[in-house]
């Protein structure tokens, strides 16, 4: 009874770290504005539009591994807690990194002692490369294309980094990392059209 819990202390902290910063507006640039709007867009019609605005406008903070203790009939010493924070893109990571911290100094007994972090990029929406591929798609598909932020990373990120306009498109199923993932030859059709047209249609945008 006189035992400190290690995994209960480490999960209030998470928990401080969530209620501090997780319904916090984020700042974000004026550029940006048009992306979140097509993005929540885009996700209303899973997610409804309210959850969909807090994914783009407030940070995530997802508690996604807690280990601690080793047997159930007694109190943990230690325990390690792994928390994805993710931001839109072109936030400020450093800055929500070192406030996280200074939020945690005060929790007693806990310790950062590694995070891995970068800032999110993007394709302003109008430049060449997303028109392109918006009309370009559109045109394809007869669907409306969503210039949208991504929800998670991927390599367009390194491409960016490195000045080359990248942007992630593809048409495919709504079975996307589920199980039983799965394409369809139409779908297929549709990606080989959409990108032998594109170098054509760039270049138009460029030229425009």
Same mark, same amino acid.
């Given at each position: 009874m006189?035992?400190?819990? !290690? ?7 998470v928990?401080r770290?969530?209620?501090q ?18 993005? +929540? ?8 539009? #309210? +959850?969909?605005?807090?994914l783009?406008?407030?940070?995530? +903070?997802?508690?996604? /591994? ?17 928390? #994805? /924070? ?5 936030? #400020? ?15 007693e ?12 990029t993007y ?6 490369l997303p028109?392109? /591929?918006?009309?370009? !798609? ?5 669907e ?18 490195a ?9 495919g199923? #709504?079975?996307?990392?589920g199980?039983d993932?799965?394409t ?8 080989a ?16």
């Amino acid at each position: 009874m006189l035992g400190e819990n !290690a995994i209960d202390r480490l999960y209030g902290a998470v928990e401080r770290i969530r209620t501090q910063f997780g319904d916090e507006p984020l700042a974000l640039r004026p550029e940006l504005r048009p992306i979140v709007e097509e993005s +929540v867009a885009y996700y209303e019609g899973t997610m409804g539009a #309210d +959850v969909a605005t807090e994914l783009f406008e407030t940070p995530t +903070v997802n508690l996604g /591994v807690l280990e601690g203790g080793h047997s159930i009939n007694s109190v943990p010493t230690q325990a390690t807690a792994r928390v #994805d /924070v993710r931001l839109t893109a072109g936030v #400020d990571t450093s800055d929500l990194l070192a406030r996280i911290r200074d939020c945690v100094a005060d929790c007693e007994g806990i310790t950062i002692e590694d995070a891995d972090w970068s800032v999110g990029t993007y394709e302003p929406i109008d430049s060449p490369l997303p028109t392109a /591929v918006a009309e370009t !798609a559109g045109a394809v598909t007869g669907e409306r294309i969503y210039r949208r932020s991504a929800t998670g990373g991927g390599d367009a990120k390194t491409f960016r980094n490195a000045g080359i306009p990248t942007v992630e498109f593809g048409v495919g199923t #709504d079975t996307v990392h589920g199980v039983d993932e799965y394409t369809t030859v139409g779908a297929l059709v549709a990606n080989a059209t959409v990108y032998a047209r594109l170098p054509e249609a760039f270049a138009t945008a460029l030229a425009g």
